[in-house]
Every structure is written in structure tokens, then in C-alpha cells.
């Protein structure tokens, strides 16, 4: 249905920014538009937490944890999702997942959602590491 290759993630030190981005490809039944999308993290012994999200129509959510720092943007033109990540901590330190769920009809109320049961197709993800 699609692929996501994620990329952008390397080591920073705290108070520096970085830009992740997930180009998705082979993409079957559907308009790259149409697509529910969002990022979640996973830190090392922890679950599995959503970050950002963006829905068809642009808009978006974020978790508390990172509202005023994230900010989560498409270009439908190259079937990309970003995650630009300002003012970056040591507890953002975690691989970077992106991930999509086409449309369905009567679903769209869930949506942006950060809850990661509402997807299910998932990159592989790119791993961000902030140091002190």
C-alpha cells in the first residue's frame, strides 16, 4: 500500500535543531494526499510514544511534551512528511518512526491521531541522539 524510508536523525547536543523527514513510495490505491500521517518515538526500555501528527486536511497534533519545540509538516509535491525539532533536550534522545494510515470512510474523526493502533504501515525508523 506504501513504503516510508525515513531520514535526517543523528547526534546533537541540547538546544540545536534537526530535521527528520519520511518519503513514501509504492504507494497503491491511493493519493499520497489522502493519507492520515504521523511521527512517534521509541526510547530505549520505554513504549512506544506519538509525537506529531498531521491529517489530510493539515491539521495537526503534538504531544505535550513537545507542543512550541516540533513542528510536523507535508509536501504533497514530493510525498514527504517532515518533523522539524527546535530546541532539542536529552529526553528527545529516541529512534523516530513515521507512519500512515490511508483514509476510511466514517474514520475521519480520529484523525490527527497519536495513538499508534491507528496505523499501520510504519517506517523503519532514524535514530536521534541529544547529549548535554
Known amino acids: 500500500l506504501v513504503q516510508l524510508v525515513e531520514s535526517g536523525g543523528g547526534s546533537v547536543r541540547a538546544g540545536d535543531s534537526l530535521r527528520l523527514s519520511c518519503v513514501a513510495s509504492?504507494?497503491?490505491?491511493?493519493?499520497?494526499?489522502?493519507?492520515?500521517m504521523a511521527w512517534f518515538r521509541q526510547a530505549p526500555g520505554k513504549e512506544r510514544e506519538g509525537v506529531a501528527a498531521?491529517?489530510?486536511?493539515?491539521?495537526?497534533d503534538y504531544a505535550d511534551s513537545v507542543k512550541g519545540r516540533f513542528t510536523v509538516s507535508r509536501d504533497i509535491g514530493k510525498n514527504t512528511l517532515y518533523l522539524l525539532m527546535d530546541s532539542l533536550k536529552p529526553e528527545d534522545t529516541a529512534m523516530y518512526f513515521c507512519?500512515?494510515?490511508?483514509?476510511?470512510?466514517?474514520?475521519?474523526?480520529?484523525?490527527?491521531?497519536?495513538?499508534?493502533?491507528?496505523?499501520?504501515?510504519w517506517g523503519q525508523g532514524t535514530q536521534v541522539t541529544v547529549s548535554a
Open positions: 507512519a500512515a494510515e490511508p483514509p476510511e470512510i466514517g474514520m475521519d474523526y480520529k484523525f490527527p491521531s497519536l495513538v499508534q493502533d491507528e496505523y499501520n504501515h
Open positions: 509504492k504507494i497503491t490505491g491511493y493519493s499520497y494526499s489522502t493519507f492520515n
Open positions: 498531521i491529517d489530510s486536511d493539515g491539521t495537526t
